[in-house]
């Protein structure tokens, strides 16, 4: 089960400029939202229509890339082991220029799941066996997702930027992990114990915590109304009662 973060104390660490890019983040995925909607649809419809997803299956097939941000996602969901609620999940990735043909060529940033209606339910960083990646340290992979974007034509390019959207909407949660990540690595790794964890099938999900929309929003507009410093695109007080942040 994704942990209980104090998201109260992260969000009081953030600069007011922090929370007003948090704020025009929020109108992104928002905003998008209200597009799906009025088309009668969610990130996830959009995405695979009205089938049922084939477990382990990436959707896109052959993943969603932009070749000249060097940024990559996929959407799946496990046949088992899901946690209460969540359908399946986005994992987003960067591609290392470094990676040659006969070595991993990416490196995992971040994996948001979402329920059945597309909304965000917890983020959570993965071992590197997982996805075969090329494993960076917290400070190279909070620097490469704060570049995050893959733009694209049609549902690709909006499921992109919607991403992108929420990775800086929960920029301080996915940072604590990420940070966080790496501390249980080296707690395990320690004395030489686990040599191999990386590669340790045992632990597969290291860290995560739980992420409400609606909640994330009403926190972020409450600091900036205390501090009377609105973003001049701030989401409107309604926005709580938009499908997307609906409980």
């Given amino acids: 089960m994704p942990q209980a973060v104090d998201s109260s104390a992260l969000l009081d660490a953030c600069s007011a400029r922090a929370l007003r890019g948090m704020a025009d983040a929020a109108l992104v995925v928002v905003e998008q939202a209200q597009r799906w909607a009025d088309a009668g649809q969610s990130a996830l419809h959009a995405l695979i229509g009205e089938q049922t997803p084939d477990a382990w299956q990436h959707y896109p097939e ?4 932009d ?12 046949d088992d082991r899901r946690p209460n609620g969540e359908h399946g999940h986005f994992h987003l990735f960067s591609e290392n220029a470094a990676g040659s043909r006969s070595a991993p060529t990416l490196t995992h940033l971040i994996a948001i799941g979402i329920d059945a209606r597309g909304l965000p339910l917890r983020a959570f960083t993965v071992n590197r066996w997982v996805t075969d990646e090329v494993w960076r340290d917290a400070a190279q992979v909070l620097r490469l997702l704060a570049r ?30 990420v940070i966080e990540r790496d501390a249980v690595m080296a707690g ?26 609606a909640g994330q929003i009403d926190a972020i507009d409450g600091r900036l109304s205390v501090g009377r410093t609105r973003s001049p695109r701030k989401p409107p007080a309604t926005l709580a009662h938009h499908p997307e942040c609906a409980a």
């Fill in 62 to 65: 052959g993943d969603a890339r």
């Fill in 148 to 177: 995050f974007l893959v733009e694209g034509a049609g549902v690709q390019g909006e499921i992109g930027r919607w991403l992108a959207a929420l990775t800086r909407l929960f920029a301080p949660q996915i940072r604590n992990i």
């Fill in 188 to 213: 395990r790794a320690a004395g030489g114990r686990r040599p191999n964890l990386r590669d340790d099938r045992r632990l597969e999900v290291i860290s995560q915590c739980h992420l409400s929309l």
């Fill in 67 to 78: 070749p000249r941000s060097g940024y990559r996602w996929y959407y799946h969901c496990h």
